[in-house]
């Protein structure tokens, strides 16, 4: 009997996750739009862009995109310093939630391991949980900004772009009878399980409000100057980046683009955005008067330098035997 159940075992398939599916279809989508973008442009053209950048230049950019990740750290600091956590600690976590993000959807993998990074010194996730999400409405809000400053300096050029671009979507009603489709089962689903989720429901409320008091408004100015800082370095990086190969496009432009490739990256379409946000730094640069192997080159080098930050994130890991945590002290 033993043998015949050890067998069966052995010849029982081995269940295939559909989240690890999904995961290995939307990588194959980003290397498909990766590989897509490259077709569009004369690769020796744009290898001759890539290989006559300026160092110096690209060292700056990349000195700038490194202050992007300090200031990120010094957020995740500010949100966390009641908790006992200090710097050095939030940038392990900040480096290593890089390296986690490059392979989930939408980066966010990156938010994921922060919440598991803080949230063993607490008893349950909704707590940090809030807190990463506040600090991320924050860091938005920052975007926001910055690219509606540079909107509202030069609005007819921006309005001028605008024009320039031909939608050709669907006439017809039906992405929004989907969208209703969905949202009516949505509700049908949440109403069937609604006994079963509503205790907890009212506890994680009940924490988020909680967490919410501790926000004060100092702390908000705080983490909403950090929030513009990124964005204006964000900007800064790329002006740097066009400069190394040779185009000019300005400061206010760049900051705007900044904006859409934020955006293109946290969309769960593939992971960290990969093709996707190339597609729409190349595009936008393009719009803005770049020639499209330089647009290319410049988001190819961008992404290498997310690949880089990720890599260092990834030693981070190797060499700590547990990830980078709280002190055992620490705590609000």
Known sequence: MRVRNRAKKIMKPFPVSSASGIGFLKLLLGIVLFLALLALVDLRRLWASVAAADGLLLGCSLAAAGLVIVLEALRFQATFAGWGLRFGAALRITLASQFVGTFTPGAVGSELYKVYAVQRQESGMIRPFVKLAILRIIGALGVVVAAAASWLAAPERFRGILNG???????????????????????????????????????????????????????????????????????????????????????????????????????????????????????????????????????????????????????VLAVSRKAPSLPAAGGP
Request: net charge positive.
């Open 165 to 315: 671009l031909a939608w050709r979507g669907p006439r017809v009603p039906a992405p929004r009878l989907a969208l209703g489709g969905a949202a009516l089962i949505a509700l049908a689903v949440l109403a069937a399980v609604w006994s079963r989720l509503a205790p907890r429901l009212r506890k994680a409320l009940q924490q988020g409000r909680e967490v919410l008091a501790e926000i004060q408004f100092r702390l908000a100015g705080e983490l909403f100057l950090l929030s513009l800082g990124v964005a204006l370095l964000r900007g800064l990086s790329l002006v740097l980046l066009v400069r190394s190969v040779g185009q000019r496009a300005s400061f206010g432009d760049l900051l705007v683009v900044a904006a859409f490739s934020v955006l293109a990256s946290v969309l769960p379409i593939s992971p960290a955005g990969l093709g996707v946000q190339e597609g729409v730094v190349a595009g936008c640069l393009v719009l803005l008067g770049v020639a499209p192997p330089a647009a290319v080159a410049v988001a190819l080098i961008n992404r290498a330098f997310l690949w880089l930050f990720a890599a260092v994130g990834g030693w």
